[in-house]
């Protein structure tokens, strides 16, 4: 399941035994999550287990009463969804438990050999309009299906407007900051003098800095040419069409759709190849963007269970965390200055003793030696101290 980063999705674990789900939730803007999951229920009872079937009831029963969209290969081929009948004692649970939980199933067409196999349930009826089942995906045997959900979903403060500094105006910046009387301004203490400071720049940020705003646009990957996305377009339009992907038309634009794919593909991979010692920074770029991890800050939950999504919390939520690892120091034992002297005054002089001592032993002190070994050795501590 993949889910857009600026929708803030977060994990959700069930406790339901069932095997194949993953879940996780999206904050919408009248306060409540929509909870989002993708389950696949396999038909062999050799590898899945005779409970299976009560498992995954088990699942449904669980987000009753939640706002909901669940998608998956159910795999089940006998349930005419027209009429809300299971060919299967099976089934017919499967169909009860959706209609227990006033869930809606929304698709009605063949997505596997006219069987309607995948399926895309939600808890309100008017949540999807409708489902449109497109061609296959590549080699799978399964047809694609595409849907629009309408909620408002809460964007992360990340992806809103923001600072545009290639595009400031520096020398406005400077002139600005030269008329300033900064002996005025930065008086008193320090955290006043921050503040004052912040105030000022956040002033001529506004001012002098414009705004860029998110390009919400989906962007076609870098190697798809027109010739191409036309083709793919012409192969879509002929399966709506003919809702068949063995017809002549479709078979026909299939091939060329896939075969111009991926001449683009090889042709763009071939010239960045080509031109790497000149433009690195469009090589890296592709690859970065092949990387199937991208990892990124949030949304974090605190053992309270409370969400932070805000840029401002992170921060505060991090400095709590980082803060946490430190040492608390005891106060009420410091050490003094004096105690510090005192102890090094008395390491260096015994080391001076110990070696005056040694070479003596050895017969390598001077006339010099031998006297400031005698004065060392007469001489008291306090003394050295003093």
């Known amino acids: 399941m993949y889910v857009r980063c600026e929708f803030n999705p977060i994990e959700v674990r069930l406790s339901s035994q069932f095997a194949e789900q993953v879940w996780c939730s999206v904050r919408i803007k ?51 969804w027209s009429t809300s009948y299971g060919g299967s004692a099976a089934s017919q649970r499967f169909v009860d438990g959706v209609e227990d939980g006033f869930l ?8 596997c050999n006219g069987a309607v196999l995948d399926l895309v349930i939600s808890s309100e009826p008017d949540m999807i309009d409708r489902v ?38 520096f020398d406005g910046i400077r002139e600005a900051l030269r008329g300033m009387d900064w002996q005025s301004i930065l008086c008193g203490a320090a955290n006043n003098q921050w503040s004052s400071f912040l105030s000022i720049l956040k002033g001529l940020e506004s001012q002098f800095v414009p705004l860029r705003k998110f390009n919400k646009r989906r962007h076609k990957v870098p190697w798809m040419t027109y010739k191409a996305n036309k083709l793919v377009n012409n192969k879509h339009k002929l399966f709506k069409k003919y809702k068949s992907a063995r017809h002549p038309a479709y078979a026909k634009a299939a091939r060329e759709a896939t075969r111009e794919v991926r001449r683009a593909k090889r042709n763009f991979e071939r010239k960045l190849s080509e031109n790497i010692d000149t433009d690195r920074k469009s090589f890296y770029a592709y690859v970065r963007s092949r990387s199937r991890a991208k990892e990124g800050l949030g949304p974090l939950i605190n053992d309270s269970g409370i969400t932070a999504v805000l840029p401002e919390d992170l921060a505060e939520k991090l400095n709590i965390y980082f803060s946490s690892v430190f040492t608390k120091e005891n106060m009420s034992s ?28 050895r017969r390598c002190l001077t006339s010099s030696g031998v006297i400031k070994l005698v004065v060392l050795m007469s001489c008291p501590l306090d003394c050295l101290l003093s």
Not at 42 to 68: C, F, H, K, W
Not at 104 to 111: F, I, R
Not at 335 to 358: C, F, H
């Open 132 to 169: 449109s089942v497109l061609d296959k995906f590549s080699s799978s045997d399964h047809n694609l299906l595409q849907w629009e959900v309408k909620l408002s979903p809460v964007v992360s403060a990340f992806n809103c407007s923001r600072l545009d500094y290639t595009r400031a105006d």
């Open 334 to 361: 410091m050490p003094s200055a004096d105690d510090v002297y005192t102890t090094l005054v008395v390491n260096l002089v015994s080391s001076w003793k110990s070696r005056l001592s040694w070479q003596l032993s």
């Open 30 to 80: 009248n306060g409540q999550e929509l909870l989002i999951g993708v389950c696949y229920r396999s038909s062999n009872v050799a590898i899945t287990g005779p409970d299976n079937d009560q498992m995954l009831l088990d699942t449904l029963t669980e987000v009753y009463n939640r706002p909901l969209l669940l998608m998956g290969d159910f795999n089940y081929s006998d349930i005419d």
């Open 104 to 111: 809606t199933q929304h698709v009605l067409d063949g997505t």
